[in-house]
């Protein structure tokens, strides 16, 4: 499950993670935050802005999820994706992953919006990383009553 969604996805993402475009996706940017905060870090409002705020592990490189779904029940909407796998990695260590709608497969980052955060401390080895999606999803949007 997310750490925390982006301030400018709020009451967006579910939306984003349907993939409404026609070249859209949702991407898997590796990241290490550093000494960065989580409450300087959600007001990033593109890709392009979070990378002057946290350090790409370009190594490893970006993912496009799979699998990605949203489903509703009991008034609550839960967006989920495939488990993602890095094979023999290397580069820097990692501290989250930041999950991005991709409006199209061109789009350049300042046009790629930041949806999620999830913490992910690895120390990269050379062996295989796996991000495992929590069983619960990536996220949940619930509606009030």
């Given at each position: 499950?997310?750490?925390?969604?982006?301030?400018?996805?709020?009451?967006?993402?579910?939306?984003?993670?349907?993939?409404?475009?026609?070249?859209?996706?949702?991407?898997?940017?590796?990241?290490?935050?550093?000494?960065?905060?989580?409450?300087?870090?959600?007001?990033?409002?593109?890709?392009?802005?979070?990378?002057?705020?946290?350090?790409?592990?370009?190594?490893?490189?970006?993912?496009?999820?799979?699998?990605?779904?949203?489903?509703?029940?009991?008034?609550?909407?839960?967006?989920?994706?495939?488990?993602?796998?890095?094979?023999g990695t290397s580069g820097n260590d990692l501290t989250d992953l930041v999950v991005c709608y991709?409006p199209d497969s061109s789009s350049t980052d300042d046009a790629i919006i930041p949806l999620y955060?999830?913490?992910?401390?690895?120390?990269?080895?050379?062996?295989?990383?796996?991000?495992?999606?929590?069983?619960?999803?990536?996220?949940?949007?619930?509606?009030?009553?």
């Open positions: 499950m997310a750490d925390f969604i982006f301030d400018v996805a709020l009451g967006k993402h579910v939306y984003y993670a349907e993939l409404p475009g026609s070249t859209d996706s949702l991407i898997v940017v590796p990241v290490n935050a550093g000494a960065a905060s989580d409450s300087s870090i959600r007001v990033a409002e593109d890709l392009d802005e979070l990378l002057g705020i946290v350090t790409e592990q370009t190594t490893l490189g970006r993912k496009t999820l799979s699998g990605v779904s949203v489903g509703v029940a009991n008034n609550i909407a839960t967006v989920d994706a495939a488990d993602v796998v890095w094979e991709k955060c999830l913490d992910f401390e690895v120390a990269i080895d050379g062996s295989d990383v796996t991000a495992v999606i929590n069983t619960d999803g990536l996220a949940t949007a619930a509606n009030g009553s």
